[in-house]
Each structure stands twice: as structure tokens, then as C-alpha cells.
């Protein structure tokens, strides 16, 4: 028998090691939904880009019975390549071998490539499919370096995770510590405590799906990010997301071509907020209309849908956008409406990406339990993020600007460099009803003694209320807004500020770091 090369070795090597956990097993995979680790890879990355780090890489563990144990590339593909022509890493849990669980040897792998991430300047990508750690190497596994350099990296580079598969107890950290993450329909689960510890705890009966699948933790815990219908919905997700932000926090995100004329004219949006502002319209169109080529991808759509985040462009540039929704909760914030704007606000800021704030608020969200669950405090990341950005932050205010909700979107008083207004805006302490009863009350109860028409007195001083302050003119009379503008004119005015403060640089006072309200 002839004996074989070293190299033809090597290529036999690599291609057991590239099966995974074999035919069967991938045959599995694919019979649940999931595509395997290196089918992922290879959609994520442009072709034959992809370098594959440390291959050959096997535990040395010899309990129960390990030893006699095979774990091609420990379960876990890591690597570097280009994404649309971009350089980025990643790692992909291999499900097909021991169901990717964590031992000493992937955690290892795993750390390397953030480190190397980190160094190079580039994203970070995670395809989490993971059983969590490998309980038969016990303390050996350990996923506390990991979450070490999630917060090394973080606001350096942009790191996104997406959850493909099961992805339990401690390794659900590594995703929340990054900026961004997806999960698939029907395969991600996701949660500390799974259903089976839950019953034996409290006796509550929950089962996986419900209790930490994506449509869960993309409508009720605002964890992930992106709902995606399937593995290659992910990763087109993902490849969207990145196009939108730069390598690294030193670097602008990327200019592409833009078609769309920056000075086309809304002509839609001259018509588009009623002057009563009494009717809900829908927030996304404006944003639609003002967008290169009318395209918005956004963040969080499916939770607290009274606020908007997302990302469009606007002649080429990424740009950020935090925007009320009057069709939900009329626009109101509450306390997962803060979270995620003051998360996004900060996303933003992290990565060199302008801001532009849309205003619609009747106010905060009333009630004890918004008090009681901390309005207050959660109230106040918005302020605090918006203040600490030193991005361009251009406000634009189309309706409704009431009371406290007003600094919560970014007010004069917070340093945006533009603030401008439509002539529908309406910038008040507080709504015209609730300022009547307070300025009024006086004549109100003089009415009321004199056997007086109260509601028609209460109605009349409302309407007066409402001709003095329901306009924009008076915030500008005070400097609040640099103009007033036609609905038509925003897409141009937007773009002309963008140029204007593409370089813009601010020196923040010295210090360790703020102390946000978390």
C-alpha cells in the first residue's frame, strides 16, 4: 500500500474534521431547520474568503470517558474573511458535534478570535447554537474570559450575536454583552433557566419556546434585536446591519453611492401631520420618505413599538433615527420605550453614526405601574444618552412636544447641533388641558360658584391656550428651534446639516467614565 504524503494527510485531515459530527448528524441538523456551522459561514462570507483559525484544536479531557471521544474543531468554527469586501471574524457553534457545548479547548478558540477581533479593528460575529458548557470537563469550562473581552471590545469594535439554536444558562451573557442580536424563528432559545428548572423551582409550567424563543425575547424582553424567519434570513441580517456601521470606532461608517437626489422635495409630508394632531398617523413613513431610496432598516421592531429605532440613509450616509410613534400608546414613553432608545442613542454614538431625533410625545406613559417599575430612572438613560453623544444630533419636531418627554428626545438644552421644527409642532410645558386647570383654575371656580357654563368657560380657555402655545413660533421666539420649515424641504435640510457637521468634534470633560442610570 502506498503511503500516504503529508499533504495528502493533511487535506484527509481537514476533511473529516470539516464533516463535524458526520452525515447523521448534519442530516439532523438540517431535518430541524438549522443549517450547519460552516453552511452559515459560508452565506456570511463573501466566497472563499473565509480562513478557518486553529482547525485542529482537540479537548484533553479524560473524564467520563472523553478520551475516547472525537470533537472536530472542538464544536466550534472560528475565523477570519471579507464580508461584502469588508474584513470581519466569527464563530459558529458546531450543533452536529457534542451539540456545540463549551469545553476548555472552544472556549479557548472563541477568546483567541475576539482578541484577534479586537486587535485587527473589525467586527465580531457570533453564530450561537450551543447546548452551553461541557459539563464533563467541569470547571475547565469557563466563559468568564469571553464575557471579559465582550466588555474590552465594546464600543470598539461592533460585535453582533446571533441566536441559531439553543443557547442556555451562562452562554446567553456573551450575546447581551454585544451590540446587536438576531434571533431565528422556531430554533433560538434562549433563557438562564430552562423550562425543566423553573417547574422544579416555583412549579410554573412554561415550555422552551414560549419561555425564551425569538418571538418571546423580540416582543416582551426586548433581547434580541432582529426577528428572523430562518437561518438565511439571519445572515442576510446581519450583512444588512454591518453595511450600516463603520469597522471600528475610529472609523466613519461606509459612504455608498446614492441615486436618490439629496434635494428631492416630500412633497407627501406637507399634508401628511393633521394640524388637530387628534389622529394617530403612522411615524414610519415620514421616516420612509426622507430615506435614500425609501429604504428603513429597524432595530427592535416588535417591542415597544410606541418608539421607532433604526437605521436609513440619507445621500450615501448611515444615519440613526429615534422617533415617537403616535399609533402606538400615541407616542408616549415608558419604561422599555427608554431602554431602547437610550440603548440605540448610545449604539450610535459608539460607532460614529449621526442622529436624527423625530418628536411626537404627548409625554411619559402614566400610571403606578410605570412609577412603580422606576419611569423615573429608566426616564432618565434617554437624557443621559443623549447628552453624552457626541455624534451630530440634528431634532426635528413634527407634533406634540410636551412636559418632560421634550429633553427624552433631545432638546435645545441637550446640544444637538440642529433643531428645527414643522410648522404643525407643538412645544408645550404641558397639554393645554392640563394648563388651563392649573392657570385657570381660579376663574373655573369662580364659574362654577356664579352657576356659570363651566365646560363651555374650561373649552373657550383651552382654545386660547391652544392659539397661544399649539405652534412652534413660540419655542423659536426663545431660541428653541433654529427654523421652521416646510414639510416638503426636510430631506434636503437634513442632508445639507449632515455635510455640515460630517467633521464635527467634541472634548468631553476628563474622567474614568459617566455613571448612567441604569
Known amino acids: 500500500m502506498e503511503k500516504k504524503t503529508k499533504l495528502q494527510e493533511m487535506l484527509e485531515k481537514k476533511k473529516t474534521i470539516t464533516l463535524g459530527g458526520g452525515e447523521q448528524k448534519i442530516e439532523k441538523q438540517h431535518a430541524s431547520g438549522k443549517l450547519t456551522a460552516r453552511e452559515r459561514l459560508a452565506l456570511l462570507f463573501d466566497e472563499e474568503t473565509f480562513q478557518e483559525y486553529n482547525i485542529f484544536m482537540k479537548h484533553r479531557c479524560h473524564n467520563f470517558g472523553m478520551e475516547h471521544i472525537d470533537t472536530p474543531a472542538e464544536g466550534v468554527v472560528t475565523g477570519y474573511g471579507l464580508i461584502q469586501g469588508r474584513g470581519a471574524f466569527a464563530f459558529a457553534h458546531d450543533f452536529t458535534v457534542l451539540g456545540g457545548a463549551m469545553g476548555e479547548m472552544q472556549g479557548m478558540k472563541v477568546k483567541r478570535i475576539q482578541e484577534l477581533a479586537l486587535d485587527a479593528g473589525v467586527p465580531l460575529i457570533g453564530l450561537n447554537d450551543s447546548g452551553g458548557g461541557r459539563i464533563q470537563e ?10 471579559y473581552n465582550n466588555v474590552m471590545a465594546s464600543g470598539v469594535i461592533p460585535q453582533i450575536s446571533a441566536i441559531m439554536g439553543p443557547c442556555a444558562g451562562g452562554t446567553v451573557y456573551s450575546p447581551a454583552l454585544t451590540d446587536f442580536v438576531l434571533s431565528v424563528d422556531k430554533t433560538s432559545r434562549s433563557f438562564i433557566t430552562g423550562p425543566q428548572v423553573i417547574k422544579n423551582v416555583t412549579g410554573e409550567m412554561v415550555d422552551a419556546e414560549q ?9 416582551v424582553s426586548g433581547v434580541s434585536h432582529f426577528f428572523c424567519e430562518n437561518d438565511r434570513d439571519c445572515i442576510e441580517k446581519i450583512k444588512t446591519l454591518l453595511s450600516y456601521l463603520p469597522a471600528n470606532c475610529r472609523e466613519m461608517p461606509p459612504v455608498f453611492a446614492c441615486t436618490d437626489d439629496p434635494k428631492r ?8 401631520v393633521p394640524d388637530s394632531l387628534k389622529k394617530p398617523y403612522d411615524m414610519k413613513t415620514i421616516i420612509r420618505e426622507i430615506a435614500d431610496d425609501h429604504i428603513f432598516f429597524e432595530t427592535q421592531e416588535l417591542y415597544a413599538p410606541n418608539i421607532i429605532t433604526g437605521f436609513i440613509r440619507m445621500n450615501g450616509s448611515s444615519v440613526g433615527i429615534v422617533a415617537n410613534q403616535p399609533k402606538a400608546m400615541a407616542g408616549c414613553i415608558d419604561i422599555n420605550a427608554s431602554d431602547k432608545a ?29 412609577e412603580y417599575g422606576g419611569i423615573i430612572r429608566h426616564g432618565a438613560k434617554m437624557i443621559y444618552a443623549w447628552a453624552e453623544a457626541t455624534v451630530p444630533k440634528i431634532v426635528m419636531a413634527v407634533g406634540k412636544v410636551v412636559g418632560g418627554a421634550r429633553p427624552a428626545m433631545c432638546s435645545w ?54 392659539e397661544e402655545f399649539g405652534n412652534p413660533y413660540k419655542a423659536a421666539e426663545c431660541g428653541k428651534f433654529e427654523d421652521v420649515i416646510e414639510p416638503a424641504d426636510t430631506r434636503r435640510v437634513i442632508i445639507r446639516t449632515l455635510e455640515l457637521f460630517r467633521n464635527k468634534q467634541v472634548s468631553l470633560p476628563l474622567k474614568k467614565h459617566g455613571n448612567i442610570p441604569v
Open 138 to 147: 467541569g470547571p475547565a469550562t469557563s466563559y468568564g474570559a469571553i464575557f
Open 265 to 272: 422635495r416630500c412633497d407627501l409630508l406637507n399634508s401628511f
Open 413 to 466: 438644552e441637550l446640544h444637538p447641533d440642529f433643531i428645527f421644527a414643522w410648522p404643525t409642532a407643538q412645544i408645550m410645558v404641558v397639554g393645554a388641558e392640563g394648563a388651563v386647570d392649573i392657570c385657570r383654575k381660579r376663574e373655573l371656580t369662580r364659574a362654577k360658584e356664579t352657576g356659570a357654563d363651566v365646560a363651555a368657560l374650561r373649552t373657550q380657555y383651552i382654545q386660547e391656550y391652544q
Open 211 to 219: 419561555l425564551g424563543g425569538a418571538r418571546t425575547h423580540n416582543t
Open 342 to 370: 437610550a440603548r440605540f442613542i448610545r449604539t450610535c454614538d459608539c460607532f460614529n453614526v449621526p442622529l436624527l431625533s423625530i418628536a411626537d410625545v404627548p409625554g411619559y406613559m402614566p400610571g403606578t405601574n410605570q
